[in-house]
């Protein structure tokens, strides 16, 4: 059941950036999107779902899982916006795949099967 929504992706040529948004909706985080940890995760064709990055309840502390996506990928959160961003720079063609952010209660993880809720994921194509 998706209740977050993903915008930003799109067709960008290798080395440009895109900026990945994530609202949660009042209906159903109302006041409470800050005791959620975030994360963004990603599918490309053929691959398993890998995350990205995540980030804590106060987004003071943020976690990259992929040495690849380190230095280019900036993960952040507003919330008195409820929002979740990603941004991307340096694009690569392996970054080509579709993106998904989610929220956990509370604790961070790299797990994706202990998050909450779910986007319904937005594509990034990345050309060369």
């Known amino acids: 059941q998706v209740q977050l929504v993903e915008s930003g992706g799109g067709l960008v040529e290798a080395g440009g950036s895109l900026r990945l948004s994530c609202a949660a909706p009042g209906r159903t985080f109302g006041r409470t999107f800050i005791t959620y940890t975030m994360g963004w995760f990603r599918q490309a064709p053929g691959k398993e779902r890998e995350l990205v990055a995540t980030?804590?309840?106060?987004?003071?502390?943020?976690?990259y899982n992929l040495d690849s996506v380190k230095g280019r990928f900036t993960i952040s959160r507003d919330n008195a916006l409820n929002t979740l961003y990603l941004q991307m720079n340096s694009l690569k063609t392996e970054d080509t795949a579709v993106y998904y952010c989610?929220?956990?209660?509370?604790?961070?993880?790299?797990?994706?099967?202990?998050?909450?809720?779910w986007g319904q994921g937005t594509q990034v194509t990345v050309s060369s």
């Open positions: 980030i804590n309840r106060s987004g003071g502390s943020t976690f």
């Open positions: 989610a929220a956990k209660r509370w604790t961070t993880s790299t797990r994706a099967d202990e998050y909450d809720y």
